[in-house]
C-alpha cells in the first residue's frame, strides 16, 4: 500500500477531508470525556521545525501522547536537514526510525522531497506556500459553530500568504466560495487562482469582499522569514483589517478568525480579539483534535 502523505490539503478527496472532520469532532469529545484513546502505543511522530512555534509544537505533541505514543521535538540544532545532508537523505533516515514525520520549514520544495524519499507518511506543519493542518482547525470550528461550510462565502482579508493559499484549496475542496481582499502586491500565486476559477475572486476592497460572507479570516501582516519587510507591509496593508466595522459588512451570524500568533490593532481589531464570542480560542484548541485526525487517517490508511 502506497504511503499517503499531507503535504496540501489536495492530498485527501473532499469524502476523506469530510470524514476526518467528522472524527475529529468524535477525538474532541472523547478527549473532554477524559476517555483513553491509546491507539498508537510504541509509535514515534518525529517533528521537525524549521520554523518555531507555539500551537504547532503542543498540539501534535499532546495528541501523540494521548494516543500513547512519543514525539520527538528536532529543531535546526538537532538535525542535518538541509545543511550538512541532503534533504533526500535525511528522510530515508529519519523515517526508518519514526512512525510519521512532521515538518515545518521555508521552501515547499523541501518537504516534497523529503515525502518523496520518505518511508512513512509526512505532514506538512507550515511551508512558506500552504499551511493545510490550520485549515483543518478552521474548517472544524466553522462546523462545530455554523454546520457545514459547503455552499458558505469565505472572505480572507489581508495578505495573500501561506494562509491564504491554502484557503484558496479548501475553497474546492470543501466547496465554498472565497473572496479575497489584499492590496496590489500582495496577491496568493496565480497558478492557484487559476486553477480554482469562479470559485475565488481577488478584490481590492475589504468591505466588498466582506459583504454576503459566513466567515472573515486573517493573519498577521509579516510572516516569519519576513521580518525586514515590515514597514512597507504596514503601510500596504494598513485597511487590511477585521474590525466591528468590516464585521457589520458580512452576514449577521458571521464568524471571523485568525490561526494566531495576532497583532492586535494591526490586522485584528483588540475588542474582536478579546470579545467573549470569539471563536478564535476554539479555533487554536481545534489544531490538536484536527491534526490527531490527521495522523489516525494517516497511520491507518
Same mark, same amino acid.
Given at each position: 500500500m502506497a504511503v499517503r502523505h499531507f503535504l496540501t490539503l489536495n492530498d485527501l478527496s473532499p469524502e476523506e477531508l469530510d470524514q476526518l472532520m467528522q472524527r475529529a469532532i468524535e477525538l474532541k469529545a472523547l478527549h473532554k470525556a477524559r476517555q483513553p484513546e491509546p491507539q498508537f502505543p510504541n509509535y514515534v511522530l518525529g517533528m521537525v521545525f524549521e520554523?518555531?512555534?507555539?500551537?504547532t509544537r503542543i498540539s501534535f505533541e499532546a495528541g501523540m501522547a494521548h494516543f500513547g505514543g512519543h514525539a520527538m521535538f528536532l529543531s535546526p540544532r538537532d538535525t542535518q536537514l538541509g545543511r550538512g545532508e541532503p534533504v533526500e537523505d535525511s528522510a530515508r533516515v529519519i523515517s526508518s526510525?519514526?512512525?510519521? $514525520?512532521?515538518?515545518?520549514?521555508?521552501?515547499?520544495?523541501?518537504?516534497?522531497?523529503?515525502?518523496?524519499?520518505? /518511508?512513512?507518511?509526512?505532514?506538512?506543519?507550515?511551508?512558506?506556500?500552504?499551511?493545510?493542518?490550520?485549515?483543518?482547525? %478552521?474548517?472544524?470550528?466553522?462546523?462545530?459553530?455554523?454546520? /457545514?461550510?459547503?455552499?458558505?462565502?469565505?472572505?480572507?482579508? &489581508?495578505? &495573500?500568504?501561506?494562509?491564504?493559499?491554502?484557503?484558496?484549496?479548501?475553497?474546492?475542496?470543501?466547496?465554498?466560495?472565497?473572496?479575497?481582499?489584499?492590496?496590489?502586491?500582495?496577491?496568493?500565486?496565480?497558478?492557484?487562482?487559476?486553477?480554482?476559477? %469562479?470559485? $475565488?475572486?481577488?478584490?481590492?476592497?475589504?468591505?466588498?469582499?466582506?459583504?454576503? /460572507? %459566513?466567515?472573515? $479570516?486573517?493573519? $498577521?501582516?509579516?510572516?516569519?522569514?519576513?521580518?525586514?519587510?515590515?514597514?512597507?507591509?504596514?503601510?500596504?496593508?494598513?485597511?487590511?483589517?477585521?474590525?466591528r466595522a468590516l464585521l457589520d459588512c458580512a452576514n449577521p451570524d458571521a464568524l471571523y478568525m485568525h490561526c494566531l500568533p495576532a497583532k492586535r490593532g494591526e490586522e485584528i481589531s483588540a475588542d474582536l480579539m478579546d470579545d467573549p464570542k470569539s471563536v478564535i480560542w476554539d479555533e487554536a484548541e481545534n489544531r490538536l483534535h484536527a491534526q490527531k485526525a490527521l495522523i489516525e487517517f494517516l497511520l491507518t490508511h
Open positions: 520554523k518555531a512555534s507555539t500551537r526510525m519514526c512512525d510519521i $514525520v512532521m515538518i515545518r520549514t521555508f521552501e515547499h520544495s523541501i518537504i516534497e522531497r523529503f515525502a518523496a524519499n520518505s /518511508s512513512v507518511p509526512v505532514i506538512n506543519a507550515l511551508t512558506d506556500d500552504f499551511h493545510p493542518c490550520q485549515l483543518l482547525a %478552521d474548517i472544524q470550528t466553522f462546523i462545530e459553530h455554523r454546520g /457545514s461550510i459547503k455552499g458558505k462565502q469565505v472572505a480572507w482579508i &489581508g495578505d &495573500g500568504n501561506n494562509m491564504c493559499q491554502s484557503y484558496i484549496n479548501a475553497a474546492c475542496q470543501f466547496d465554498f466560495t472565497l473572496k479575497i481582499a489584499c492590496p496590489e502586491g500582495h496577491e496568493p500565486r496565480a497558478d492557484l487562482l487559476e486553477q480554482a476559477g %469562479d470559485r $475565488v475572486e481577488v478584490l481590492r476592497d475589504p468591505a466588498a469582499a466582506a459583504k454576503g /460572507s %459566513d466567515l472573515l $479570516v486573517t493573519d $498577521v501582516w509579516a510572516s516569519m522569514g519576513q521580518e525586514d519587510e515590515k514597514a512597507e507591509r504596514r503601510r500596504a496593508l494598513a485597511g487590511y483589517q477585521i474590525n
